[in-house]
């Protein structure tokens, strides 16, 4: 029997010539007379140039089909030439992919050629069925102090790193790629500057994490069309590993440009501006986006989506969405990163919704009694800065002062730094065996005081 991304290659492929015409370009919309297509079928426009280039299907206007760029257009008029290429975007991924930097098309952007024993994959592949998911009951490592202790991660969990422009985000994604115990990583770079593709490459990734990794790139600059189908891509390559029986760790940096990428499809197509200028179908592209990540019974992608709010506003309509949508989320915050806490991972805010099912008794006590302390100071910070609260008023607040240094540096952790996550929970029952001391001595001095104040 033939494989089925073969066999689908072939069913959306096009075995006759179909041609059609520019008739109107109104933006990013390139509107062809002299043909049809479905949604999602792959165009080239002046064929028999040189410089021909890509477009894809996004919606009619009338029976006129209405095509999005894929790349950027040079110059092109009325009545240029359009053939249709194919009803789907093919690609092809394997082992030997690891190491490599890829454009959104699967084509190398590195300067090698691309590996001869890759197979062909399904970009546009459906999320695997609700029953066909065990249950996530293993943690992944990622080497990150806060992220290990306090908002376990599972294997084939998918969280969201929520932050403002400029509060870690790529040197968390770094950190993760770096220090994880996934077998493989693919990493999708959507909407980043070109500067920080290479940056990121050599300083956050290095040599070591290159060579598990797959690396998936549409900058800025790119259509918003190419921008979209780079997440395609990266989740295809990601879901090829999981067949193969590999723990796949998955990071998309950024959902958010993603979705502006779909906004300016959407209105380039007639839909209605809604929330905050999103049109209907952002909505709905990312739940299909988050959905084909998870476990299955061959293997599990874990994956971490960055989400860059608008102003700092956690509340913002694509983090309000994905936050409803992902297994937990993680907040970077300003005012840690100006203290100099790295990663500036605000606990408190932050939350992984399977940890109480990763973790042992002991270590789910040692991270609530953790968040207590710093839930505590937090609440008197102000009366704690200006000297108006009294050692001794209160024992809790006690407690939450004492804790507060030695909980900032467990917190805190170098870019370059890997913690082991036995020798991280290890550490966390021992900052809660500290608490616990500390409760018993206030508690002791009470009783004295008490006692003296009696005689």
Not at 111 to 138: F, H, N
Request: net charge neutral; glycine share 10%.
């Amino acid at each position: 029997m033939m494989p089925e991304p073969t066999a689908k290659m072939i069913r959306e492929s096009v075995g006759f010539k179909i041609f059609g015409r520019i008739a109107a370009v109104r933006g990013e919309a390139i509107e062809i007379e002299g043909m049809t297509a479905p949604i999602g079928s792959i165009c080239e426009i002046n064929p028999d140039t040189a410089d021909r280039r890509l477009a894809k299907v996004i919606g009619f206007d009338g029976n006129r089909p209405i095509l999005a760029p894929m790349e950027t257009m040079s110059a092109i008029s009325a009545g240029d030439r359009v053939r249709l290429v194919s009803r789907g975007m093919s690609l092809r991924s394997g082992p030997s992919l690891c190491g490599r930097v890829i454009d959104a098309f699967g084509r190398p952007i590195d300067g090698m050629p691309l590996p001869d024993d890759l197979t062909p994959v399904d970009p546009q592949r459906a999320a695997p069925e609700s029953l066909d998911r065990p249950p996530i009951d293993t943690p992944l490592q990622t080497g990150v102090r806060a992220i290990d202790s306090m908002l376990t991660c599972g294997n084939g969990q998918r969280l969201g790193i929520f932050a403002g422009s400029g509060v870690g985000k790529s040197t968390l994604l770094g950190m993760l790629a770096r220090g994880s115990s996934a077998d493989r990583i693919v990493i999708c770079m959507v909407g980043e500057r070109g500067r920080e593709v290479q940056e990121f490459i050599q300083r956050s990734l290095g040599e070591a994490g290159l060579r598990r990794s797959v690396v998936v790139v549409a900058t800025s600059d790119r259509p918003a069309a190419q921008r979209i189908a780079a997440t395609w891509t990266a989740t295809a390559i990601a879901e090829s590993f999981r067949d193969e029986g590999k723990n796949v760790l998955l990071l998309v940096d950024s959902v958010t440009r993603l979705a502006m990428a779909q906004r300016e499809l959407g209105l380039a197509a007639g839909e209605p501006p809604t929330t905050r200028g999103y049109p209907p179908s952002v909505f709905n592209l990312l739940p299909q986006v988050v959905e084909r990540a998870g476990r299955t019974e061959k293997g599990a992608i874990t994956a971490f989506y960055t989400v860059l709010v608008e102003g700092d506003d956690n509340n913002e309509p694509i983090a309000d969405t994905l936050r409803g949508l992902l297994d937990g989320h993680i907040v970077l915050s300003r005012d840690l990163a100006a203290q100099a806490q790295w990663p500036p991972i605000d606990v408190l805010q932050s939350l992984s919704r399977l940890q109480p099912h990763l973790v042992s008794p002991a270590t789910l006590k040692a991270a609530s009694t953790a968040r207590g302390h710093l839930s505590v100071y937090k609440k008197n910070a102000d009366l704690i800065s200006i000297g108006a609260y009294r050692g001794g008023s209160d024992p809790v607040v006690d407690a939450a002062i004492a804790m507060r240094d030695p909980m900032k540096l467990f917190l805190s952790q170098g870019a370059e730094e890997i913690a082991p996550m036995e020798q991280t929970l290890a550490a966390l029952e021992g900052l809660e065996k500290v608490a616990v001391s500390l409760r018993d001595t206030n508690a002791a001095s009470r009783r004295d005081a008490a006692t003296t104040l009696n005689q």
